[in-house]
């Protein structure tokens, strides 16, 4: 067992920050589900973004719905989970939260435009158009004190990400 409380990690940022590789080497390292929030979103979201459109928050409440079911159900029944998801705003973290009905830590992966577009422009066969990066930094609201959440900057090594990310788990969530 993990050591901590029935709790999902969600690495959250805008696209392109890695949160898909810290997501993957949580879940192998926890023997946990994992999952990616760009697959629970609709045919016609993904319709949008391709197109280079932003997404508006009556999009993403039902994909929020969709991702924090299926992380609550996976912690209910395995104690652990881990997700990537955007989470950009506030309030679609507490969103996420309430949908899961378990505790979530968020970890937002950090860093600025100029270092992340280029990884963004790199990545092959994504339906993300790199050209929605500036909305979704125009949109980013970062996590505040009293949120259970962590800012790491995103271009640090992976085994040091996810090291940081454990052991500030362990001490807010720890059994």
């Known amino acids: 067992m993990t050591g901590l409380l029935p709790c999902a990690i969600v690495a959250m940022g805008v696209s392109g920050c890695g949160k898909s590789t810290l997501v993957a080497h949580l879940a192998a390292h926890l023997a946990a589900p994992a999952f990616e929030g760009d697959d629970f979103h609709s045919a016609e979201s993904v319709a949008k973004m391709r197109a280079g459109q932003p997404l508006d928050d009556a999009d993403r409440w039902p994909w929020l719905d969709r991702l924090g079911a299926a992380i609550g159900a996976a912690v209910r029944e395995q104690g652990i989970a881990v997700a990537a998801c955007s989470a950009l705003k506030r309030s679609y973290r507490e969103r996420l939260e309430a949908a899961a009905g378990v505790p979530i830590v968020f970890v937002l992966l950090d ?11 790199a990545r092959a066969g994504h339906y993300m158009a790199p050209s929605l990066l500036d909305s979704q930094f125009a949109t980013l609201e970062r996590p505040a004190a009293d949120e259970r959440a ?26």
């Open 111 to 121: 860093g600025d435009r100029d270092e992340i577009a280029p990884r963004l422009a």
């Open 150 to 175: 962590l800012a790491l900057h995103c271009y640090r090594p992976i085994e040091e990400l996810r090291g940081d990310v454990l052991a500030w788990a362990q001490a807010v969530l720890g059994a």
